[in-house]
Each structure stands twice: as structure tokens, then as C-alpha cells.
């Protein structure tokens, strides 16, 4: 038996000269110096006792080192577990007590809460920080390295991510090895990666994006990464002009456009610019055409399905949809009964395929309610398609509004706010009302410098949107809460507004 993900993401480059991470002081590290490093923790990890199948819990920042941990597991047969690196260890004690980790990897000098977290748990505690140091590294320094990868099947567990957690407990999606290689391949293919590629990587590696599409892809083409330790604006300028790819959240892209000197020279060298893990602004989009004569590739995925829909490498990038469904990914638009609704109707998004996640841990009855009985996903996100097979995401299911039996669906209002002069961007929940059930309520946040009031809100929607549609209350907000990831927190904005 072979180790599939092993054998295809990292054994082959055993030998490997040709450079793969780029460092922002200028060094680099080729595929060989990294499956070497991989392959003396994976030693580290035998050490320790840590046997096939055990969870590892990872709190680290970003680093060479990270990355390697994350082979290391995958050549050990470990269930790599990364976690968000805000975590407090409050949080944390949920993730490394439900997972069963055995080992939790966090920075050096943890906090005295985050070893009685581990303790608590069972686990041992190891450090490790982005220059090198920490225990775990120390121990790596002497250990042997591993030369061979742990059998594994294809649908053995690769690794769990944690989802937000925004309504309740978060769930533990289990992805196979099967998940992430099927997904990887197929993206490679779809958006033309090659072993001439470099990307700039800003993105964190706790999360799909960063790690399972962006690392994944980079390590099956063969080609390059430069990697930035955190998102800084002036380091992506700075280091553009060496890359050819970029995969970010929208965020990173309008913080660009809010760069005078960011444009087609500073662009020239690229070839493609990948938005995802949160909604774009068609908006967005057309000023990034404008100003660089690029067209930003949105796609769809999230934690339980790694990527499902893209928009085409050539062909036509609709701005405001996210594409359609991947090779080998069906996709269908569908009621809360799970029948289809008519082409262009809203409904839930459901999704199957090779990169559906096995499940949610230790859940089997969440599994069961979100898994049809012919393996269709329900993915909880409200779109609909369009005659060509493009989605378009108008929000989560339980962010829709029902106001006196009326639906509303919150990315329209917004949408409408959004192209109002002064507004910056808004976010749209639903507040109890006593009659109707619940009613819109706009948060707005003003353009810098523009003074605002609500109701240039409210009369700039007049005959732009139905009564029932426009908020019956707007309050204006500095910024909106969002995740690491960009995406806005709906949850906490309706714990401090809306009373859900």
C-alpha cells in the first residue's frame, strides 16, 4: 500500500533542486531541502509516539517550518488539525478536547492557560516559532529523518478543520486524502499551473485556501511560492513583480486598488488573480479590470467541499458569480425539501463529488442532516444559476429574511446600499418585529472622510427597492466584523443588533 497524497504532493520532489518557497529576506528553500525538513519532523512525530490516525492540533504562525509540520503528518499518517492562530485558549480547549489530539503544536512561550488546555485534554505540548526555535524544532534537530511515508488509503483522514463555529458549537469536517488530492488536480489543471509558476502567497494556512488550494496546487505543478508571512499591502506591491499568480480574499484586492501606484506596471508580470473564501464586489471586480486590465477569477468552496465551482481560466469571468462546477462536481440549485427549483429560481446550493468532506466529527446526526441519501451536499448557501451554469451566491440560508411571508434576500439590499454615494459597504440582517416577524436592518459603514446619515440611506432606496426590502432601521458603523478570512460575522452583527 502507498501513501497517495504523500507520494503525490511531496515524495516526488525528493530530489528535487529547483526552488519552491521564496523567503521575503531573499533565501530560498528548494522541494528538496523541504521534503527533507518534512521528513526529519515526520521522525520527530515517530518519536514522540504519535501512530497513524492520531490528530495534531497546530497553532503556529505562518512559516517554512508550518508547512513542513503539515507534510510531516501526511507522511506520518497523522490527522493534521490547523487552527486559526487568534484563537484564544479558551476556544482552543473545545478544538484539542473534541478532536483528541494527542499532540498540540503552538508558538513558543505559550500562555500558562494554553498548557492547562493541553493538559486537560491529554495531550502533549510542543512549541514552534517561525524562526526556527521551539521544542519541537529543537527535537527535530536531532531526530532521524524519515525516509518512507506511512501507508494510507485514499479515503483515510488527512485532516480535520474546524468550521466558525458562528451558530453554535463548530463542527469538525473531515477531509480525506482522497479530498484534497482530487481537488488540487483538478484546480491545477483548470487554472493552467504550471512548474514556470510563482505565486504570491499572503494567505493564512489554517485554512483551505491558504493551505489545501494554494500549497496543494503549487506542490503538484512544481513551481514556486513566494511566502509572505501576513497579508501586508506594501509587501505584496513589493514582491509582485517576481510572481506570476495571486490567490486572495477580496479584502486583499481592494486594499491594492487603494494604492496610487498599483496598476498595469505593477501587474504586468502576472497572469492570474484567484478571489474566493468570501463575496467579491462586481464592483470590485470592474475597477480591477480598469485599473490593471486583469480580471480577477472568482470561485466558490468552503471547509466541508474544498472548491466547487469556478469561473473559466478562458471564457468569460462574470463579475458577481463565482463561476461553474468544477470537473466532477455536480451542482444543483434545490428547496428546503431538496427538489430542484426552476433555472434561475433561488434556492440552497447542494454539491457532490470526489471533494466532498467525509463528514463532521464525532457528529454523526449533523452529518446525516446535511448529506442527502444520493451524496449531495447541503451546502446552506442561497444562489441560483444562470442559463450558462454560473452561480451566483446571494447568502446563507439562515441569513434570509421573512418578512410578513416575504422573502428577502440580504445581498440584494446590500448590493443596492452599496452603489449609494458616500457607503463604503454594508451588511443587511434581520431585527424581530413584533407584527411581521422580522424586518431589515441596514449596518453601514461611510466612505472615509464622507459624512453619512441614515437616511440618505433610506431615501436613496426609495424606488430602488421594494417597501418590504428596504431597511426600517440603518446604523453606521466604523467597519463590519469579519473572520480571518474577510468574510463579514452576520452572527455577531445580529447578537448586537438584530437580538438572534
Wanted: glycine share 12%.
Amino acid at each position: 500500500m502507498t501513501n497517495p497524497l504523500f507520494d503525490r504532493l511531496f515524495g516526488r520532489h525528493r530530489d528535487n533542486a529547483a526552488r519552491f518557497l521564496l523567503l521575503p529576506d531573499g533565501s530560498q528553500i528548494s522541494f528538496a531541502a523541504f521534503v527533507r525538513r518534512a521528513g526529519q519532523l515526520a521522525g520527530t512525530l515517530a518519536g514522540l509516539g504519535l501512530e497513524p490516525g492520531d490528530r495534531v492540533a497546530v497553532q503556529v504562525a505562518k512559516s517554512p517550518d508550518a508547512l513542513a509540520l503539515y507534510a510531516a503528518c501526511v507522511q506520518r499518517g497523522l490527522v493534521f488539525l490547523p487552527l486559526n492562530a487568534a484563537y484564544t485558549p479558551n476556544e482552543l480547549e473545545y478544538f484539542v478536547s473534541n478532536s483528541g489530539a494527542r499532540l498540540l503544536v503552538a508558538s513558543p512561550d505559550p500562555a500558562p492557560e494554553l498548557v492547562q488546555v493541553a493538559e486537560g485534554a491529554g495531550a502533549r505540548l510542543e512549541t514552534m516559532g517561525a524562526d526556527g526555535s521551539g521544542s519541537l524544532c529543537g527535537l527535530a534537530a536531532g531526530a532521524t529523518v524519515l525516509a518512507d511515508a506511512v501507508p494510507r488509503r485514499a479515503d483515510d483522514l488527512a485532516a480535520i478543520l474546524y468550521t466558525s463555529g458562528t451558530t453554535g458549537r463548530s463542527k469538525g469536517a473531515m477531509l480525506t486524502g482522497a479530498n484534497l488530492l482530487s481537488n488540487a488536480q483538478v484546480l491545477t489543471d483548470l487554472w493552467r499551473f504550471t512548474d514556470a509558476d510563482v505565486l504570491l502567497h499572503g494567505l493564512p494556512i489554517f485554512h483551505t485556501h491558504g493551505l489545501f488550494v494554494a500549497t496543494n496546487i503549487t506542490l503538484l505543478a512544481g513551481g514556486a511560492m513566494i511566502l509572505l508571512p501576513n497579508p501586508d499591502t506594501g509587501a505584496m506591491l513589493a514582491q509582485m513583480p517576481k510572481a506570476t499568480a495571486m490567490m486572495g480574499v477580496p479584502t486583499f484586492y481592494t486594499r491594492l486598488l487603494d494604492q496610487p501606484g498599483f496598476g498595469r506596471e505593477t501587474a504586468g508580470h502576472m497572469r492570474l488573480f484567484i478571489s474566493g473564501s468570501a463575496p467579491l464586489l462586481a464592483e470590485t471586480h470592474r475597477r480591477f479590470e480598469a485599473r490593471t486590465g486583469h480580471r480577477i477569477l472568482e470561485r466558490y468552496g468552503m471547509t466541508e467541499t474544498n472548491m466547487s465551482t469556478s469561473n473559466p481560466y478562458d471564457g468569460p469571468r462574470k463579475p458577481g458569480t463565482v463561476g461553474t462546477a468544477l470537473p466532477g462536481v455536480d451542482l444543483r440549485i434545490c428547496d428546503a425539501q431538496g427538489r430542484g427549483v426552476a433555472q434561475g429560481g433561488i434556492g440552497i446550493i447542494e454539491v457532490r463529488g470526489p471533494n466532498v468532506f467525509a463528514g463532521y466529527w464525532q457528529m454523526p446526526d449533523k452529518t446525516a442532516a446535511e448529506m442527502r441519501a444520493d451524496g449531495f451536499f447541503v451546502t446552506g448557501d442561497l444562489g441560483f444559476a444562470d442559463a450558462d451554469g454560473y452561480v451566483t451566491i446571494v447568502g446563507r440560508s439562515k441569513d434570509l429574511i421573512i418578512s410578513g411571508g416575504f422573502n428577502i434576500y440580504p445581498k440584494e439590499v446590500e448590493e443596492a446600499i452599496d452603489a449609494l454615494p458616500g457607503v463604503l459597504e454594508s451588511a443587511v440582517i434581520g431585527a424581530p418585529h413584533p407584527d411581521l416577524g422580522e424586518v431589515p436592518l441596514a449596518v453601514v459603514v461611510p466612505q472615509p472622510g464622507h459624512v453619512l446619515r441614515p437616511e440618505d440611506i433610506t431615501e436613496g432606496l426609495a424606488g430602488v427597492l421594494a417597501r418590504f426590502k428596504r431597511p426600517r432601521q440603518v446604523i453606521l458603523a466604523e467597519a463590519l466584523p469579519r473572520n480571518a478570512m474577510g468574510k463579514v460575522q452576520k452572527a455577531a452583527l445580529r447578537r448586537a443588533h438584530g437580538g438572534g
